[in-house]
């Protein structure tokens, strides 16, 4: 005699079915109750009117079909069982959803940067007049404010700037420009109409476009990991 049960409700692993294939299955039991797992199917739990069918330990062969009726396990013991596909996709849609929002949380909460020769290379998108360019800044708590190198100023085609003069780090006053930026965002922080000194380089060529400085990094509480080289914001 053939058993025409439903095999629900949920599954616990969440690869494709694969129709007319089949494999060794095994009962076992969780915190969520008993399951019938598969070697290459996947797993689902057992709806409590259908525990009687199974005994935990129990093993056995499956294979997947389905007919009018919908998709089916059956077993070696002849029993078959449709699968409640909608309980599947449902838990699909579910699962990927809280993926996406667990992706999103973490890179919220991490930024991945550059650490060379005890130096801080972090990625800035930077806007400016509907323009927009990534950028990757030296992070300098000694810095005031944002530092650009004219290169990187040209292809934000910053225009209007005033003359002014800034402190390098050698106390020396370096000829600048200081310009209002529409925006510079870093991680999860952006911050809007802050000001930025553009200078020449001179030199050999370096890693970054320029420096982070305080005036985007005040108020902002994080943490360097320098073994997996990210900055880890506290929120």
Sequence with gaps: MILFRMLIVLFIYCWPIHLYAGGIYWIGEDEGGIYFQTDSDGGWYIHPQDLKYFKIGE??????????YGTYIMTD?????????????????????????????ISQRETEIIISDNQILVPVLLGYQGREIDALLLLDTGASIIILHKDLADQLNIRQAQVTMLLGVDGKAIPAYVAKLNFARLGPYQKENIYAGIIQHEGPGLAHQGLLGMNFLQGLEYRIDFKRQVIIWKQ
């Design 77 to 105: 013991k002849r029993e078959k069982f449709y699968l409640d596909m909608e309980a599947r996709k449902q838990l699909e849609r579910e699962i990927s959803k809280f993926n996406e929002t667990q992706y999103e949380q």
């Design 59 to 68: 093993k056995g062969t499956y294979r997947i079909t389905s007919d009018r």
